[in-house]
């Protein structure tokens, strides 16, 4: 069973509408979640960290987290067609110090 | 401030050669760690340095090897190159040791093995 996973997609909407990207973690104990965004051909780029339970929200993008249910999500509002790109959940696993576990990452695509 | 770079950016290899990738951290960053990405396997951890000490290793084989200077500067080394050591390679800097520190990646090295 793999650590981190996430629908691998693709995931696809129309410009304006709500994206939502889900990522499971089997590790009860992961106490540091990220998103990445990597659009292709690049390196990830960090969009959102978080740390507690519940909502976290930067700008159109909003993170929650569920500790009980292992669960994170990515909401993206007012999807823009430069959105499109993969988005990567990482995770730090207790024990491992900064070793970074990433699922095998979700590729958007925005719709003009 | 500038960010995380990584030379060279791209490399072509025969198989049995070594090769030796460079990451220059984020100005301050403290915290090296290198990470392979291929289609199949997707973004995998190879290893963490800490003033200039390896603080955590990945499972990967021993042909992967790295150090980190003083000025936190880092190489990773992989010797007897294999067809699928072809990968994106990719170098993250961070301010210092806590696992919730936030990793910046630089652009990465895009190694080809033939």
């Known amino acids: 069973q793999k650590e981190v996973e996430q629908n691998s997609g693709p995931l696809s909407v129309p410009e304006g509408a709500i994206a939502s990207l889900n990522c499971t973690y089997s590790d ?3 106490q540091s979640f990220f998103w990445y965004r990597q659009y292709s051909g690049k390196s990830p780029e960090l969009i959102m960290s978080i740390y507690s339970n519940g909502d976290k929200e930067d700008g159109r993008f909003t993170a929650q987290l569920n500790k009980a249910s292992q669960y994170v999500s990515l909401l993206i ?3 823009q ?3 499109s790109a993969t988005y990567l959940c990482a995770v730090v696993p207790s024990g491992s110090a900064r070793q970074l576990t990433f699922g095998s990452g979700t590729q958007l695509t925005v719709l003009p | 401030k500038a ?4 030379t060279p950016r791209y490399l072509i290899k025969t198989r049995g050669q070594q090769v030796t990738l460079s990451c220059s951290p984020i ?5 090296v760690s290198w990470y392979q990405q291929t289609p199949g396997q997707g973004l995998q951890f190879l290893f963490e ?3 200039e000490t390896q603080r955590n290793k990945g499972n990967f084989p021993g042909r992967f090897s790295g150090r980190q200077f003083s000025n936190s500067r880092s190489e990773m080394n992989v010797s007897t190159l294999e067809l699928g050591d072809s990968a994106l ?5 961070s301010f210092s040791q806590g696992a919730g520190e936030t ?6 090295t895009r190694l080809l093995v033939l």
Do not use: E, I, K, N
């Open chain 2, 89 to 93: 390679y990719l170098c993250a800097s």
């Open chain 2, 103 to 108: 990793q910046y990646f630089g652009p990465g």
């Open chain 2, 49 to 51: 340095y800490f003033s």
């Open chain 1, 81 to 83: 067609p430069s959105d």
């Open chain 2, 27 to 31: 100005s301050g960053h403290r915290s």
């Open chain 1, 77 to 79: 509002r007012d999807s």
């Open chain 2, 3 to 6: 960010g995380v770079t990584q």
């Open chain 1, 28 to 30: 009860r104990g992961s």
